[in-house]
């Protein structure tokens, strides 16, 4: 079977699984605002993906540690204030590629669910939680914290928390094909992953919808729509701007918007997408942001852009 009739054949059969309330989504043909441009994290690599804090309005940036081979699975989370000032950071020794993390606000404090037990590949075969504190450095050759495989599908992946619909968001690799599970966000807390309210495979961009690239470089969720963000660096396109933002329906499969090209920061340097993720402001905007890494190598940076028109 052609994979878009595989595609078709899977969310066909997982329609009858759909358990989330309707929302509103984001417009992606609206224009991008800046946050930031070229702020430096405490990481001199390319920054993979970030996350917000919602309740406590933090955010995390991933980065490669500085220093470390690409596929040792080595990172450095720093957090950062809204203008861009880096506020305090951690290490992650072996445990993955930082594709993505979630942030929960526990109290006045944020748990961070990262990748750990990095493979040869450099991802991580196993999820764990812990407390963000400045300073620190965690090792997966340690035991502590526990290891989470929230089940036997699950080969490798990464989280995500949709805090506004308190929601716990898995994007999985399982038989060469990335998937995406939401659960509910108490459900997950207590490391229950027995009730996904949806669980299916992802297209590929390129290859089942047409788009440019196939390259995943963030997926976030906000209500009933999840969003997949797709590229290259201009190193790697050959100076081509192919990033693109794809919105799907959660309960269906089906692509509600996109794949569009994003001209975000254009004409950053480098210029790879890297990371996708949803925050709303104190005032009640809610915002999809998207990253981008700039610069040259040794002196990478960070850039977040905003689209804010829920439809
Ligand atoms: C896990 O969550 C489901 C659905 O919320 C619930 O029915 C089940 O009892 C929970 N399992 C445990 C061990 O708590």
């Given amino acids: 079977m052609r ?11 997982v329609t009858a699984l759909a358990q989330l309330p309707d929302s509103p989504r984001f417009d ?4 991008s605002y800046d946050l930031w441009r070229s702020k ?16 406590n309005r933090r955010l995390f940036i991933v980065n490669r540690k500085p220093g470390s081979e690409l596929e040792s699975g080595d990172l450095t989370i720093s ?30 404090d944020t748990y961070i669910w990262s990748e750990t037990d990095a493979a040869a590949s450099g991802y991580g075969k196993a999820l764990w939680r812990f407390k963000f504190e400045d300073g620190k450095t965690l090792d997966s050759a340690d035991a502590e914290p526990e290891r989470i495989i929230p089940f036997d599908r699950f080969e490798r992946g990464t989280a995500t928390i949709d ?29 229950n992953f027995s009730n996904a309210l949806v669980d299916w495979p992802l297209p590929q961009i390129k290859d089942d919808l047409g788009g440019l690239s196939n390259v ?29 933002v ?45 990253g981008f890494s700039s610069g040259s190598a040794g002196d990478r940076r960070s850039n977040l852009f905003y689209k804010n028109v829920l439809i």
Avoid: W
């Fill in 3 to 13: 994979a878009t009739t595989i595609f078709a054949a899977l969310t066909a059969a």
């Fill in 28 to 31: 992606l043909s609206t224009p």
């Fill in 40 to 55: 430096k994290t405490a990481s001199n690599t390319v920054q993979q993906s970030f996350t917000f804090d919602q309740v």
């Fill in 79 to 108: 957090e950062l204030d809204f203008s861009g000032n880096l506020l305090g950071s951690m290490d992650l020794i072996a445990c993955g590629h930082g594709v993505n993390i979630a942030a929960e606000s526990v109290g006045s």
């Fill in 163 to 191: 805090a506004i619909h308190e929601k716990f968001v898995l994007r999985y690799q399982y038989e060469g094909a990335q998937n995406i599970a939401v659960f509910e966000l108490d459900d997950a807390k207590a490391y």
């Fill in 216 to 244: 995943n470089q963030g997926y976030t969720v906000y209500g009933r729509y999840v969003y997949l963000l797709t590229g290259e660096s201009y190193d790697a396109s050959g100076g081509v701007l192919n990033s693109e």
């Fill in 246 to 290: 794809t919105a799907l329906d959660l309960n269906t499969g089906d692509v509600v918007q996109g794949p569009l090209l994003t001209k975000a920061g254009s004409t950053l340097e480098f210029r790879e997408p890297e990371g996708l993720a949803v925050y709303q402001t104190a005032d009640g905007e809610a915002r999809l942001f998207l």
